[in-house]
Structure formats: structure tokens, C-alpha cells
């Protein structure tokens, strides 16, 4: 399956305003994307241009159907997981060190070991500040009367409430105004005590951001190139 070069192209779209300028250092380093989704995208079609390369040597592409027992241990690793983090929620995220996942990680982020452990810190944030939350008491109160309102005066409780009964029940049992005060001071906590994880993601993002236009800038120079060739 081959990548679309859009992506790769609209990472190079300010260098074609400006021209490919060099310095006394040398050629200058592609522009990147300013939006988040944008540098998103570009880390994303990096990472699969890289799988894509891993995978294609061993003779094997990412198939849209069908589970390839093969494909998949090339792709995600084989054996036991070795990289292991257990969040303060209780779960635990594994992954491997092998697999052309890995390596394309490698490749991106320079440390993979480093971007898995920081990267399900950093993703968890808010489900942490959300269980912190779930354990406040007066949040379990609130959750209480919300559940006492929401019970139907007759018969079993259903599994999940009419929208509208819920919604009404948030705000008569201060749930809502509960949950809108407290989310967003505890996530701000969770986030000032994970301060070093969060600068680390930053910096490895960072560089994953700059090999990646590295990576899309040679690969659009390269096809730029063979369809502007001839033969004689």
C-alpha cells in the first residue's frame, strides 16, 4: 500500500515560497507544519513511510484484509512484550522492541524505550486527574444523588438512563457544576506533577517533527526527480 505525497507535500509548501535556500552550513532544514494536526499528520505518514520501507524488505505490505500471522509479528513484534509501564490508574500498557513499528520509532524519536514510557504517561494524563476525581468525596456524593435521581420510580434500573433523566439529574444533584470545577483543577495537578515527562514528550516530538519533514523533503526531491527524468 503506497503513502499519499500530500502529506509530505504541504510539509514543504513554505520552502516553496521561499526557494531550497543554503547557507554556509548547508542546504536549510524543511519548514514545519504549524497547526498540531498538522504536525500530527506528518509524524503519522513518517512513521508509515518508514513501516512501509521496514515491511518491504522482508517482502511483506500492509494488506486491508485478512490477518497475516507473519505480517503481524513484522509489524508489532514477537514473543513476550519487553517495554512495560503500569500507570497510576492501575493499568498496564506493554509493547515491543522489535517489529518495524519499533524501529520506525527508533528512527523518528531517536530513543524508543523513552517516547513508549512518556508517551502513555503523557496520553493517561487526564484519565488519572478523571480517577482522582471518581475518589473525591464530594464528587461520590454528588455521583450518589445523581444515581438516586436517575433511578426509575418503578422497576429495574436500566443499564444506562434516558439522556434527558441523566442530564437533569446532573444538575439537580450538582454533578455537572462538580465535575466542571473539579476536571479541570485536578488535571492541571496531574499535569504539574508530570512536568519531566511532559518537557521530554515535547522534546522527542520535536525531533520526531524535524526527521520527519527530513524524511518527507528526500522522498518528494527523490519522486520530484524521477518523474522529471528522461531517457536517451
Not at 174 to 191: D, F, H, M
Request: hydrophobic letters at 40%; a positive charge; charged letters at 30%.
Amino acid at each position: 500500500m503506497r503513502l499519499p505525497r500530500a502529506l509530505c507535500a504541504a510539509a514543504l509548501a513554505v520552502l516553496a515560497l521561499t526557494g531550497c535556500a543554503t547557507t554556509a552550513a548547508g542546504p536549510a532544514r524543511p519548514a514545519l507544519p504549524a497547526g498540531e494536526r498538522a504536525r500530527d499528520d506528518l509524524i503519522d505518514t513518517a512513521q508509515r513511510l518508514l513501516v512501509d520501507r521496514c515491511l518491504a524488505r522482508q517482502g511483506l505490505t500492509l494488506g486491508p484484509d485478512g490477518r497475516d500471522p507473519r505480517l503481524e509479528g513484522a509489524l508489532f513484534g514477537r514473543g513476550r512484550p519487553e517495554l512495560s509501564v503500569t500507570l497510576a490508574t492501575g493499568y498496564t500498557v506493554t509493547a515491543h522492541t522489535d517489529g518495524c513499528l519499533a524501529a520506525a520509532q527508533r528512527e523518528l524519536y531517536g530513543d524508543q524505550r523513552r517516547w513508549f514510557r512518556t508517551r502513555v504517561v503523557v496520553d493517561n494524563l487526564r484519565a488519572e486527574a478523571q480517577q482522582r476525581m471518581r475518589n473525591d468525596p464530594d464528587y461520590r456524593a454528588a455521583t450518589a444523588r445523581w444515581a438516586r435521581c436517575s433511578a426509575p420510580a418503578r422497576g429495574p434500573r436500566p443499564r444506562r438512563p434516558d439522556p434527558v433523566v441523566a442530564e437533569r439529574c446532573a444538575r439537580r444533584s450538582g454533578l455537572a457544576a462538580l465535575r466542571a470545577r473539579l476536571e479541570p483543577a485536578l488535571l492541571a495537578r496531574v499535569r504539574a506533577e508530570h512536568r519531566g515527562p511532559l518537557t521530554t514528550y515535547r522534546q522527542l516530538r520535536t525531533r520526531a517533527l524535524r526527521r520527519a519533514a527530513d524524511l518527507c523533503a528526500t522522498r518528494t526531491v527523490r519522486a520530484t526527480g524521477q518523474k522529471g527524468s528522461t531517457t536517451s
